[in-house]
C-alpha cells in the first residue's frame, strides 16, 4: 500500500500542527464532506485534493484555526465542483421515490383544506436554545440530516451549509429556481418533522 | 387567503429569496392568524441556527474567539 503523506512534515520548532492535528482536522473534513455528497469515494477524493492544496501550498499559518479555516475554505469550493460536474452528467431530479415519500409524509400534516391536521399542528419547541448547547441534539441532528435522501441533501446542504446564494445552489444542481424552491422547502419540512419526532416532543407528549 | 401548507413553503421561501411585499403581508396576516404556522417558522429558525452550529462545528469556525496572541 503505498500511502503519500499528504502534508510535509514538520521539522525544527515544535510544530503547532502535527499529525494528531492534521488527522484530526482530516475527520472533520470527511464528516463535513460526506454529509454534503453523499458519497464516500467522492468525499475521500474532495478532502484529500484540499488538504494537498491547502498543506504543499507554502502559505504560513499564524496557528491551528487559520489552517483548519483556510482547508476548510478550500474543501467547500471542491465539493461544489464535483456536484457541478456530476450534475452535468447526471442532472438533479426534484422527484423520485425518495421525494415522493416525503411529499406523502407532509401532505398527512394537513386536512383536505390544506390547514393543518390538529394532531400536527406545529407546537412550540421549548427551549431551543439548550437544546443547541446539548450534544445529544446533536446527534439526533446528525441523524436527521443523514436520512435525508442524496439530491436533497446535497441541494439544501449547498444552501445551508455551504451558504451558497439560492441562484448558485440552483446552477451548480443544474435545476430551475421554482425546482430549487420546491427541495429546499422538502428538506426543511423533512427535518423538521424530524428534530420534533426525535427531539423536541420525544418522550414529552403525556398520554 | 394563504392555507397553512401554502404558508409553510412562503416561509421557506422566505428563507432564500426575497419576497415581494403582497407575498409577505399575506403570509404576516396568516402568521397573526395562526399559531401552528408561528410555530412552524419558530422550527425554521431553530433549523437554521442548528445548522449553522452544526457546520461551525465541524469546521471550527469560532468567530470571535481567534485571539492570536502576541500579535498587536
Not at chain 1, 441562484?167 to 423533512?190: D, F, K, W, Y
Not at chain 2, 409553510?8 to 404556522?37: K, P, V, Y
Request: a negative charge; glycine letters at 6%; aromatic letters at 8%.
Amino acid at each position: 500500500m503505498s500511502y503519500h503523506a499528504p502534508y510535509p512534515q514538520p521539522t525544527g520548532e515544535p510544530a503547532i500542527i502535527d499529525n494528531a492535528f492534521v488527522e484530526q482536522v482530516r475527520r472533520d473534513m470527511l464528516a463535513f464532506a460526506q454529509l454534503q455528497l453523499r458519497d464516500a469515494a467522492l468525499a475521500e477524493d474532495a478532502v484529500q485534493d484540499a488538504l494537498t492544496a491547502a498543506l504543499t501550498g507554502g502559505q504560513d499559518f499564524a496557528g491551528r484555526s487559520a489552517l483548519k479555516t483556510w482547508v476548510f475554505g478550500i474543501l467547500r469550493h471542491k465539493i461544489v465542483d464535483l456536484i457541478r460536474q456530476q450534475s452535468r452528467t447526471t442532472p438533479i431530479s426534484a422527484f423520485g421515490d425518495d421525494e415522493d415519500s416525503m411529499d406523502q409524509a407532509f401532505d398527512r400534516l394537513f386536512k383536505e383544506n390544506a390547514h393543518w391536521q390538529p394532531a400536527h399542528r406545529p407546537a412550540a419547541w421549548g427551549d431551543p436554545e439548550a437544546s443547541l448547547r446539548d450534544k445529544h441534539f446533536w446527534a439526533v441532528f446528525d441523524a436527521c440530516l443523514t436520512h435525508l435522501p442524496k439530491n436533497t441533501a446535497r441541494v439544501f446542504m449547498m444552501r445551508e451549509f455551504l451558504e451558497l446564494d439560492t441562484g448558485e445552489v440552483c446552477t451548480a444542481a443544474g435545476i430551475s429556481t421554482s425546482n430549487c424552491h420546491v427541495i429546499l422547502h422538502r428538506a426543511r419540512s423533512a427535518l423538521r418533522g424530524c428534530l420534533e419526532k426525535s427531539w423536541f416532543l420525544a418522550g414529552e407528549r403525556p398520554c | 387567503m394563504l392555507s397553512c401548507k401554502d404558508a409553510t413553503r412562503r416561509m421557506s421561501e422566505a428563507e432564500d429569496r426575497e419576497l415581494a411585499l403582497s407575498e409577505r403581508l399575506e403570509l404576516g396576516m396568516h402568521l397573526a392568524m395562526c399559531r401552528g404556522c408561528r410555530n412552524y417558522q419558530q422550527h425554521l429558525h431553530v433549523l437554521r441556527e442548528a445548522c449553522r452550529g452544526y457546520r461551525d462545528e465541524l469546521t471550527g469556525d469560532e468567530p470571535r474567539a481567534e485571539a492570536d496572541s502576541g500579535e498587536r
